[in-house]
């Protein structure tokens, strides 16, 4: 059973930056993916980066390439996404979420991932 605990959300003015924090636990193999996932009001769920985290490699979506990273720090077992240049349009519930079963690390597909966390509210106002 795998636990995943989000912190790091708030309000920020477009430009800004935030950084979110997934610390997850639990996982009885060593890689697996890690996906960030944002949902807006009325929105379908949608995949922002992933990391798989044996080796560290990522996956973005386009809207988000070139202005977020993911990142780990294996030694704290947390993940990070690293959010600049901020938009009015990234305003979301922040969600991390893992999938144990696949190594695919350009899955985003919400349905695939089998632990999720609570989430971290982002709200971006312009």
């Known amino acids: 059973q795998v636990q995943l605990v989000e912190s790091g959300g708030g309000s920020v003015q477009a430009g800004g930056s935030l950084r979110l924090s997934c610390a997850h636990s639990g996982a009885r193999y060593s890689g697996y993916l890690v996906g960030w996932f944002r949902q807006a009001p009325g929105k379908k769920r949608e995949g922002v980066a992933t990391l798989f985290t044996r080796g560290g490699s990522t996956y973005y979506a386009d809207s988000v390439k070139d202005r977020f990273t993911i990142s780990q720090d294996n030694a704290k077992n947390t993940v990070y996404l690293q959010m600049n240049n901020l938009k009015p349009e990234d305003t979301a519930m922040y969600y991390c979420?893992?999938?144990?079963?696949?190594?695919?690390?350009?899955?985003?597909?919400?349905?695939?991932?089998?632990?999720w966390g609570r989430g971290t509210q982002v709200t971006v106002s312009s």
């Open positions: 979420a893992a999938d144990t079963d696949s190594d695919a690390v350009g899955e985003m597909d919400p349905f695939e991932y089998n632990y």
